[in-house]
């Protein structure tokens, strides 16, 4: 059966097409870091050693793009520690490890991150209910949080995984530039469906 045939790609190689995605636990401490339960959680999920690869759920690059309480940050260097014990788990129970990285925007809320969300425009995000109005973000401040993007690509890499998966969907801050619904600007970063792709494609050459 095709599911359980090797894929070989030059810088990566799944032993079968079994993949493990990304799904939130809400089990990081207060500062996002690694916790003796995820650990647990992905030893468990791993140890019997069918998945390929593991999508670890999605880590906020930036604590104004954090989702929910006790959701793991990539955000600074003191997480890089805990990352590399949970890439340690899931490598030495015969799964690559790749890990998601995200940015709420607009869906992050006020009792999470301290202050009003941000997004590409001031409009309230339509996949979640009493959404607030996020601030518009500046030019300047999107190249920020392309840089945000990258960085905590970095640190995946020196923890020990074998890449990232950045997150563009679910009406987060990537999907909000995309989606002519959310992102109304009238500069670089919007308009037509260059400009709204515009961010996802300089944080992947950042990234790279």
Known sequence: MKIFEEIKDKNISFKNRIIMPPMATAKADDYGHVSGDILD????KTRDGIFSTV????????????????QMSIA??????????????????????IVQISHAGSSARFDIIGQSPVGPSAINNPSRKEAELPKELSIAEIVEIEDKFADAAHRAKEAGFDGVEIHSAHGYFLNQFLSPLTNKRDDEYGKDIDGRIKIHLKIIKKVR
Not at 41 to 44: H, I, P
Not at 55 to 70: F, T
Not at 76 to 96: F, M, Q, R, S, Y
């Open 76 to 97: 600074d260097d003191t997480t890089i520690e805990g990352l590399k014990k949970l890439a340690k788990v899931i490598k030495n129970n015969g799964a690559n490890a």
């Open 41 to 44: 959680y992905y030893d468990e």
């Open 55 to 70: 999508i670890v759920e999605h880590n906020y690059i930036d604590p104004l793009g954090k989702a929910s309480q006790n």
